[in-house]
Each structure stands twice: as C-alpha cells, then as structure tokens.
C-alpha cells in the first residue's frame, strides 16, 4: 500500500502542474497586446478582468500583490 502512495503522490503533483500552461501564456499574449501600466490599479484590474477572465475582488488582490497603486 504504501509503494502505491509513493508512486501516487508524485504523479499526481506533476499532473496538476502541467495543467496551467496554456492559459498563463494566453493571458501574458492579452495583456502584452494591451497598453496598460501594471503598476497603476485602476490599469492593473482592467487588464486582469480582460485578460484572465477575472473578478474585480480577485484582480484588486492580484494587483495589490503586484504593487499596484
């Protein structure tokens, strides 16, 4: 049982990595297509909302994260 779980668990990890990839790359080709400053808020969260497909609750967070201001 165990051999089991160690052979699970890593599989399992790198699954989930490599799931992420395509949207990351798609919202990095909107926001480059974008002239917009991601240092200025109001900017940063119009973006993130075009771009990621977001909310303004979560794209305000993101941004603060960034160093918006």
């Keep these: 049982m165990q051999v ?11 699954a989930a990595c490599s799931q992420g990839g395509d949207a990351t790359s798609d919202a990095n080709l909107c926001k480059a297509a974008l002239p917009y400053d991601e240092k ?6 119009a973006a993130c909302i075009k771009c990621e497909r977001g909310v303004t609750t979560t794209c305000a967070t993101s941004c603060r994260l960034k160093g918006a201001k």
């Design 4 to 14: 089991v779980l160690v052979l699970l668990i890593p599989l399992a990890v790198l």
């Design 40 to 45: 200025i808020f109001d900017q940063c969260i």
